[in-house]
């Protein structure tokens, strides 16, 4: 077994190297033309823009307006939970309500229920150098690993100031849907799951 992995890991360091000296003999032939480098940076971050548009069956016909498209994912993810609770009741004979707002089940207001002491750089620093790389977020987290450290202290001011005016801003919980292909059809919305996409500074302030 161990004999194994030290090969798993030596396949790794080669396959590696070799992604490396391809992209350099890449960046090295389009030196000084700055659209193919964005072309090959955007490429080697997985954002490389597709030349194929995508193509669903909506409705038994094949669609490929992009708005149409993302209306009917809207559509159908939102009406996921509500399927769902149809689902249960009729397979266990249970009758699901709606909930009611989670408000109601909230006591009064109180200022002074909870006190947050303020943040400073190096927990911002410790709490960025946590976070694992490749996962998804509305910017690569090796870009805010790399630009934290210029700009900790901007975000110690922004995050102190919600903490003393006891503000979470509404641009930290507004976070974008993307769907995540599962199995079957890739032309069928119904095979695919939502994954809510939230602002990296929001999880950096929580």
């Known amino acids: 077994k161990q004999w194994y992995q030290r090969r798993v890991r030596d396949l790794k360091k080669v396959i590696k190297g070799a992604k490396q000296a ?69 397979r266990f004979g249970v009758k699901i309500r709606g909930l009611p707002s989670f408000e109601t089940f909230l006591p009064n207001p109180c200022r002074n229920s909870i006190f947050l002491a303020e943040c400073d750089r190096t927990e911002i620093l410790k709490i960025v150098s946590e976070f694992v790389n490749g996962k998804a977020s509305d910017i690569p987290i090796r870009v805010i690993k790399r630009a934290v450290p210029t700009m900790a202290d901007q975000l110690v001011k ?25 199995k079957g059809d890739e032309q069928l919305i119904e095979n695919y799951r939502p994954v809510s996409i939230l602002p990296i500074f929001g999880k950096i302030f929580e």
């Open 158 to 182: 922004l995050y102190n100031q919600c903490i003393n005016y006891g503000v979470f801003p509404s641009s930290f919980k507004t976070g974008r849907i993307a769907p995540v292909y599962k």
């Open 22 to 90: 391809f992209h350099y003999r890449k960046f090295e032939d389009n030196k000084g033309d700055m659209k193919k480098t964005w072309q090959l940076i955007n490429e080697v971050r997985g954002k490389a823009t597709k030349s194929i548009k995508p193509i669903f069956k909506i409705d038994d016909e094949l669609v490929v307006s992009r708005r149409l498209i993302a209306d009917r994912f809207n559509k159908y993810f939102v009406s996921l939970a509500a399927n769902l609770n149809n689902d249960i009741s009729e």
